[in-house]
């Protein structure tokens, strides 16, 4: 179970890259804004599976909890942001 | 327990390599929104499901659930505000051009 577990943090680790390719590349401000989205869900799910594979996943999963509300916030207020602002 | 966790597993990665195949091939903002949203929640879903079985019956698996629960809230929010913003701001949906 052991490896399996590493193996699933290496191709979770692969589709970060993938997201991060998005957020470099996209032609707009909106690409770049869902591709952090797509990265924070990731970052969330790997925190859990590294809190599995460590055997301390009661501390990780506070971490992951905290990691997502403050996302939320942060992309809700660019959300805002840039509707009141327009198309830069 | 062991095998039923490895198959949720293994099903929410392959949900999760489609929707980043989806993030990276789609033409337009629009329809990558849909890559974003739909198919990652669904991934995340079978995953956490799977590692909280894989952990038992326990207070982790609760806490677990209860982050699974903060996902589904936050990851449609998320994406409506985005999209509303970028419709409000004034871009135009991608359409094929007519041979």
Do not use: C
Not at chain 2, 52 to 79: D, R, T
């Amino acid at each position: 179970m052991k490896i399996f577990l590493f193996y699933v943090l290496v191709v979770l680790a692969f589709l970060i890259g993938a997201y991060l390719y998005r957020v470099l590349q996209g032609p707009t401000i909106f690409d770049r804004v869902l591709g952090l989205a797509g990265i924070s869900t990731k970052a969330i799910i790997l925190l859990i599976v590294i809190g599995v594979y460590f055997e301390r996943v009661d501390m990780f999963i506070d971490i992951s909890t905290g990691y997502a509300l403050l996302n939320l916030m942060g992309a809700l207020a660019v959300a805002k942001y840039l509707e009141q602002k327009g198309l830069p | 327990m062991g095998l039923l966790s490895i198959i949720f597993i293994l099903a929410g990665l392959f949900f999760l390599i489609v929707a980043a195949i989806g993030v990276i091939r789609l033409p337009d903002v629009f329809s990558r929104s849909h890559a974003v949203s739909l198919t990652d929640s669904l991934g995340a879903f079978l995953m956490l499901v799977g590692i909280a079985l894989h952990e038992g019956l326990s207070g982790n698996a609760l806490k677990i659930l209860a982050v699974l629960a903060l996902l589904y809230i936050q990851n449609p929010v998320i994406e409506h505000a985005t999209i509303r913003a970028a419709l409000r701001a004034g871009l135009k949906p991608w359409k094929r051009e007519t041979p």
